[in-house]
């Protein structure tokens, strides 16, 4: 039997944390069953969320596996860190490998930051002349960022160059200090422009290149950039942004390497370092070297989010209609098939209850894990389907242990909103790199869809009102948006092989009726025909109210006897209404229908079944006036 690996990772849609995270899950197979621990994301203002997020490093019992790795400086803050650490010592009794970042109680995978910043330094001094140089440090309670300051401060003293109070800016590792940065270094009048900023790493020194530009200052013709780590973004970035590569898919080999290495008994240095190659070109002033590819990759990563945009927008449409988790997980099954993966599953914490139009309790705000989780649902992508469960485990497995086979890799991410925690994701890919940042967006509205839907819930009159809100007030029908809601789902259905049918009713005299009886009257004849639509509806046949006198029917059927059969049901009922309403009037309704093809799609099948239905209607005219 495999040993067992756990991975903690921040947000694995940023591009090193992706690139290890790959390198690891590749590495590791054959050798090592590998649980990723990833968090959604809290970069910004949001502490609540941020602080709930770091929660993801409580799922697993720790003393379940052999070996675990880490990769601090992708965590969203040190106390993440922090906590991480005191759980490894209180629960761990394996060897811990740490990423990019010195902790002489673990095993490390280091890069020489300090010697990786002189070399950029030692470029803008030697080979660009340069000699007011400033730095944009990382969170510096970080030991690589640090060393990254320290040898940009050696460096220029080495070369007797000076250094200001405005020519060092503490950054955060992230994009929303640059304006802040640029302010400073240019605030300090009578001072000189910097000839070039040195960032710890690409993402600060893409942003201060955007503040730079947003002030009319060129780069590199004005200022001179450089970044650090040689992500996608400063690769496709115009000029090119010119930084140290950071290899982590060596970095993650290697710390796949020292667990299997110590799991026979081997002997491991307590430091492995792997080598950092310089990119000199684009922004630092050095000629660019255009790759082949570059505009098809960039075209591509428009186009991708653009997509992600749209998919978004309607994600939101969609989840604003939901009043329960079935139907809330419905829609984020659908649109889970943005991204590619195998199996999702769905685990909630034991108390959290299924919000239900016929539930009694409210479901419980829990701020905390609990022992037992339940299974709720599957989604799977390969065989494009949905299930819905209710079996009870407990969390230190992650998943019962029907659902794990030897050799596979679990990613696990966080539910929950701010600090309500519903549960956690458990999903199984062989293309984690494509995850992508559709699946963030897709996992934090999936959690705020969550939160909403227990909000309303706990708010009874709110919850009575959304539950109303679908409702036609007069007929107790389905109203338009929610026969246009099971619409959008049944069009899903279709392409998995479930057709269906629409068929289009209209009530024949309606006008006539509240004209000669008065408009009670024409309001008893609609709730009539409403009675009749309920007796007919099932779980298969959902009946609406559309209009004044307009009605449809969503039927799922594979063949057109069952419409068939429900037209003959429908005038049946209208005749025994007839015949002992004692009304001064017939009930009359036209019916027609159509099955939905994906050619056609859902207008062109509303536009088939009226087509039908006006058919209808016309040879009822034509009948009654050749029989006056």
Same mark, same amino acid.
């Given at each position: 039997?495999?040993?067992?690996?756990?991975?903690?990772?921040?947000?694995?849609?940023?591009?090193?944390?992706?690139?290890?995270?790959?390198?690891?899950?590749?590495?590791?197979?054959?050798?090592?069953?590998?649980?990723?621990?990833?968090?959604?994301?809290?970069?910004?203002?949001?502490?609540?969320?941020?602080?709930?997020?770091?929660?993801?490093?409580?799922?697993?019992?720790?003393?379940?596996?052999?070996?675990?790795?880490?990769?601090?400086?992708?965590?969203?803050?040190?106390?993440?860190? $922090?906590?991480? &650490?005191?759980?490894?010592?209180?629960? %761990?009794?394996?060897?811990?490998?740490? !990423? +990019?970042? =010195?902790?002489? *109680?673990?095993?490390?995978?280091?890069?020489?930051?300090?010697?990786?910043?002189?070399?950029?330094?030692?470029?803008?001094?030697?080979?660009?002349?340069?000699?007011?140089?400033?730095?944009?440090?990382?969170?510096?309670?970080?030991?690589?960022?640090?060393?990254?300051?320290?040898?940009?401060?050696?460096?220029?003293?080495?070369?007797?160059?000076?250094?200001?109070?405005?020519?060092?800016?503490?950054?955060?590792?992230?994009?929303?200090?640059?304006?802040?940065?640029?302010?400073?270094?240019?605030?300090?009048?009578?001072?000189?422009?910097? $000839?070039?900023? &040195?960032?710890?790493?690409?993402?600060? %020194?893409?942003?201060?290149?955007?503040? !730079? +530009?947003? =002030?009319?200052? *060129?780069?590199?013709?004005?200022?001179?950039?450089?970044?650090?780590?040689?992500?996608?973004?400063?690769?496709?970035?115009?000029?090119?942004?010119?930084?140290?590569?950071?290899?982590?898919?060596?970095?993650?080999?290697?710390?796949?390497?020292?667990?299997?290495?110590?799991?026979?008994?081997?002997?491991?240095?307590?430091?492995?370092?792997?080598?950092?190659?310089?990119?000199?070109?684009?922004?630092?002033?050095?000629?660019?070297?255009?790759?082949?590819?570059?505009?098809?990759?960039?075209?591509?990563?428009?186009?991708?989010?653009?997509?992600?945009?749209?998919?978004?927008?309607?994600?939101?449409?969609?989840?604003?209609?939901?009043?329960?988790?079935?139907?809330?997980?419905?829609?984020?099954?659908?649109?889970?098939?943005?991204?590619?993966?195998?199996?999702?599953?769905?685990?909630?914490?034991?108390?959290?209850?299924?919000?239900?139009?016929?539930?009694?309790?409210?479901?419980?705000?829990?701020?905390?894990?609990?022992?037992?989780?339940?299974?709720?649902?599957?989604?799977?992508?390969?065989?494009?389907?949905?299930?819905?469960?209710?079996?009870?485990?407990?969390?230190?497995?992650?998943?019962?242990?029907?659902?794990?086979?030897?050799?596979?890799?679990?990613?696990?991410?966080?539910?929950?909103?701010?600090?309500?925690?519903?549960?956690?994701?458990?999903?199984?890919?062989?293309?984690?790199?494509?995850?992508?940042?559709?699946?963030?967006?897709?996992?934090?509205?999936?959690?705020?869809?969550?939160?909403?839907?227990?909000?309303?819930?706990?708010?009874?009159?709110?919850?009575?009102?959304?539950?109303?809100?679908?409702?036609?007030?007069?007929?107790?029908?389905?109203?338009?948006?929610?026969?246009?809601?099971?619409?959008?789902?049944?069009?899903?259905?279709?392409?998995?092989?479930?057709?269906?049918?629409?068929?289009?009713?209209?009530?024949?005299?309606?006008?006539?009726?509240?004209?000669?009886?008065?408009?009670?009257?024409?309001?008893?004849?609609?709730?009539?025909?409403?009675?009749?639509?309920?007796?007919?509806?099932?779980?298969?046949?959902?009946?609406?109210?559309?209009?004044?006198?307009?009605?449809?029917?969503?039927?799922?059927?594979?063949?057109?006897?069952?419409?068939?059969?429900?037209?003959?049901?429908?005038?049946?009922?209208?005749?025994?209404?007839?015949?002992?309403?004692?009304?001064?009037?017939?009930?009359?309704?036209?019916?027609?229908?159509?099955?939905?093809?994906?050619?056609?799609?859902?207008?062109?099948?509303?536009?088939?079944?009226?087509?039908?239905?006006?058919?209808?209607?016309?040879?009822?005219?034509?009948?009654?006036?050749?029989?006056?």
């Amino acid at each position: 039997m495999l040993g067992k690996i756990a991975f903690f990772v921040g947000s694995i849609i940023s591009d090193y944390p992706a690139k290890t995270t790959r390198a690891i899950f590749e590495n590791a197979k054959g050798k090592f069953n590998l649980d990723v621990f990833s968090s959604i994301g809290a970069n910004g203002e949001s502490y609540f969320h941020g602080e709930s997020d770091k929660k993801v490093i409580h799922i697993p019992h720790l003393k379940n596996y052999t070996g675990i790795i880490i990769e601090p400086d992708s965590f969203c803050g040190q106390t993440v860190y $922090e906590e991480l &650490v005191k759980k490894i010592e209180e629960e %761990a009794t394996c060897p811990v490998v740490s !990423l +990019r970042y =010195r902790d002489d *109680r673990f095993y490390n995978v280091l890069v020489d930051d300090y010697g990786a910043m002189e070399c950029m330094v030692k470029h803008f001094i030697e080979v660009h002349k340069f000699k007011k140089i400033c730095h944009m440090t990382g969170r510096l309670e970080l030991l690589d960022a640090r060393q990254r300051l320290d040898s940009y401060l050696n460096t220029m003293a080495k070369y007797n160059l000076p250094v200001t109070e405005h020519m060092i800016f503490e950054g955060n590792y992230w994009t929303d200090r640059g304006e802040a940065a640029v302010d400073w270094f240019l605030g300090n009048e009578g001072d000189s422009m910097p $000839e070039a900023i &040195v960032c710890a790493n690409d993402y600060m %020194a893409l942003s201060v290149i955007d503040a !730079l +530009r947003k =002030r009319g200052i *060129r780069v590199p013709e004005d200022i001179c950039v450089s970044g650090f780590d040689n992500i996608d973004e400063a690769r496709f970035s115009v000029p090119r942004t010119a930084s140290m590569n950071v290899p982590a898919e060596k970095m993650g080999a290697a710390a796949i390497d020292i667990l299997e290495r110590l799991s026979t008994g081997k002997t491991v240095a307590k430091n492995t370092y792997v080598p950092v190659v310089p990119c000199f070109e684009g922004s630092c002033g050095c000629e660019s070297i255009p790759s082949p590819n570059h505009n098809i990759q960039l075209l591509k990563q428009i186009n991708y989010l653009n997509k992600t945009l749209m998919q978004v927008t309607y994600m939101n449409w969609d989840y604003e209609s939901c009043i329960t988790y079935e139907e809330l997980f419905y829609n984020a099954f659908r649109y889970s098939l943005n991204f590619d993966y195998q199996e999702i599953y769905i685990c909630l914490c034991e108390h959290t209850e299924e919000i239900s139009d016929d539930s009694d309790n409210m479901a419980d705000t829990l701020e905390q894990y609990t022992e037992n989780m339940i299974l709720y649902s599957i989604f799977s992508r390969e065989d494009n389907s949905y299930r819905f469960y209710n079996k009870v485990f407990p969390r230190c497995k992650i998943l019962p242990d029907e659902y794990r086979n030897d050799d596979e890799a679990i990613f696990v991410f966080p539910l929950h909103y701010k600090n309500h925690y519903f549960g956690y994701i458990a999903l199984k890919t062989q293309n984690v790199d494509k995850l992508a940042r559709f699946f963030i967006l897709w996992l934090q509205e999936l959690s705020g869809g969550m939160d909403k839907i227990d909000i309303q819930y706990k708010n009874k009159a709110y919850f009575q009102f959304m539950q109303q809100s679908r409702l036609d007030e007069l007929t107790g029908l389905f109203n338009r948006r929610e026969i246009e809601n099971i619409l959008r789902r049944k069009k899903y259905d279709a392409l998995k092989n479930n057709p269906f049918y629409i068929m289009s009713l209209d009530m024949d005299g309606l006008k006539m009726i509240n004209d000669t009886y008065g408009h009670i009257e024409g309001d008893n004849a609609l709730k009539a025909l409403g009675e009749i639509l309920k007796k007919v509806s099932d779980d298969n046949i959902s009946a609406a109210r559309t209009g004044g006198d307009e009605f449809m029917l969503c039927i799922s059927a594979g063949d057109e006897e069952i419409p068939c059969h429900i037209q003959a049901d429908i005038l049946s009922l209208v005749d025994a209404y007839n015949q002992t309403s004692r009304k001064p009037y017939l009930l009359s309704v036209s019916i027609g229908y159509a099955q939905f093809t994906e050619k056609g799609g859902i207008i062109g099948c509303m536009q088939q079944a009226d087509q039908k239905m006006y058919a209808d209607k016309s040879t009822k005219k034509n009948t009654r006036a050749n029989m006056s």
